[in-house]
């Protein structure tokens, strides 16, 4: 098993930029890592993924706007976000996949609002 915990949530006004931090308590290193967001009344969504080789893909939303890396030494991921805007708004939960098997950390509310 892997425990993950999520930080760097907050309240930021639009085109704003936040850092999102994920600790994993153990090595992550052959892991695909994945952020997910879900705003109240919406279904979870991927927001961004980087896989063991460091290979990245984004949802079409945010594309330009966030960026996803690893620290396989610190066993932490992180997503950048910039510019953000209201429709970021949501709970951001950090995942990791290992030998087919999905963990979740408890998420981190983001909230965008002037």
């Known amino acids: 098993q892997v425990q993950l915990v999520e930080s760097g949530g907050g309240l930021v006004q639009p085109g704003g930029s936040l850092r999102l931090s994920c600790a994993a308590s153990r090595s992550i290193s052959s892991s695909s890592m994945s952020w997910h967001r879900q705003a109240p009344g919406k279904q979870r969504e991927l927001v961004a993924a980087i896989t063991s080789g460091g290979n990245t893909n984004y949802a079409d939303s945010v594309k330009g706007r966030f960026t996803v890396s690893r620290d396989n030494a610190k066993n932490t991921v992180y997503l950048q976000m910039n510019s953000l805007n209201t429709e970021d708004t949501a709970v951001y939960y950090c995942?990791?996949?290992?030998?087919?098997?999905?963990?979740w950390g408890q998420g981190t509310q983001v909230t965008v609002s002037s």
């Open positions: 995942s990791a996949r290992t030998y087919g098997v999905n963990y």
